[in-house]
Nanobody, 118 residues
């Protein structure tokens, strides 16, 4: 039912930029807080960023603050993550999820791979 299709990942050099997108369906996107969560190779899940349903509040993890920007377009049921000044430690699978900072449950997509390497 709930579908979250992340895209836009790829291989980028340190210092480069990427924009991730997430196409949502199967639920009322416009009333749902959303997040990006990532998993680096061999590591656990790390919360990256959240945005409330109306885009009036955004939050970022310390490791990405000042470099990443979360946004959404409710008319397109789409979530975005603009990533700049990328570092090798940003290498991870990035997952689009429902829920903001403290949801009781998250729905997950399959994610998109971001590799930062020279």
């Amino acid at each position: 039912e709930v579908q979250l299709q992340a895209s836009g990942g790829g291989l980028v050099q340190p210092g480069g930029s990427l924009r991730l997108s997430c196409a949502a369906s199967g639920f009322t996107f416009g009333t749902t807080d959303m997040s990006w969560i990532r998993q680096a190779p061999g590591k656990g899940f790390e919360w990256v960023s959240s945005i409330d349903s109306g885009a009036g509040r955004t939050d970022y993890g310390d490791s990405v603050k000042g470099r990443f920007t979360i946004s959404r377009d409710n008319s397109k049921d789409s979530l975005y993550l603009q990533m700049t000044s990328l570092k090798p430690e940003d290498t991870a699978v990035y997952f689009c999820t429902t829920g903001g900072l403290y949801p009781e449950y998250r729905y997950w997509g399959q994610g998109t791979q971001v590799t930062v390497s020279s």
